[in-house]
């Protein structure tokens, strides 16, 4: 299981769920399964409800009669858990992003480094994929794409190549794309643009933010009172997302306060400052480079 995914902040992420013996616990992000053997060392009589969308996470299961595994989106949380007769949790763990196993599979076109399908879908039956998005959306929802989700400075030029390139002949492959988008890429920074390139397609294949949103607005009636919120993220657009809504309880970030001026949040942060892993870390996994631990538990 390890090989499949290595999670970043690892031992933090667990200590941060402050894990109860006899507890419910939710992993919305399985993967390959590198939180759960930790979580179920805690548990004594307690239960694991894990999710995940992707089928290749089928082979990483364990065979354990407290685990119950889910094969959905983490947006569909609240309905799953009525579904087995579980009204609230005592923690819930989210490690977003794409785990090193879809990076390093070259037919899930996750990676610029590989030549494979034009893809990008953590789940495998979704209709929408990353040759449509290049392929079919119009010009306005590229550019929103690439701004928004990548960040991308010079969107409009690496817009009108993809749209001028397609009108002779379909975009399918990651290596086809590449070489359609080269001449915008900045030399300097080849490496980082065409991830933040990447980032967008990946995002918007997956409905990644509004996924987001609606997993975490659920998590405000389904964690008990002293429940911990625990939530890995890896780019800027999620992680603002999880600190608005861990400080606020809102993921528009909007402060409400009571009539004494005192604010108002579902939430009590456990770490003030973000969790980051360090250079040992970092050198062993470079993946965890970006990544940010955040904790907040229910009042």
Sequence with gaps: MDEYHVPALLEESIEGLNIQ????????????GGHYALILERLKGGKLIAFDQDIDVKGNLANDERLIFIRHNFKYIRHFLHYHQIDQVDGILADLGVSSHDFDVP????????EGNLDMRMNQSSALDATKVINEYNEEQLWTIFQ???EIKNWRHLVSLITMARA???ITSTGQFLKVIAPCVPPKIEKKYLAMVFQA??????????ALADFLESTTDLLKPGGRLVVLSYHSLEDRMVKNFMRSGRIDGVQENDFFGNRNSPFELINRKIITPGEEEIEKNPRARSAKLRIAERK
Excluded: A, H, Q, W
């Design 21 to 32: 013996p006899g507890g419910i616990y939710v992993d919305v992000t399985y993967g390959g």
């Design 107 to 114: 037919d899930r076109g996750f990676s610029f480094r590989y």
């Design 148 to 150: 928004e989700y990548g």
């Design 168 to 170: 002779n002949e379909k």
């Design 201 to 210: 397609l990946r995002i918007e294949v997956n409905n990644e933010m509004g």
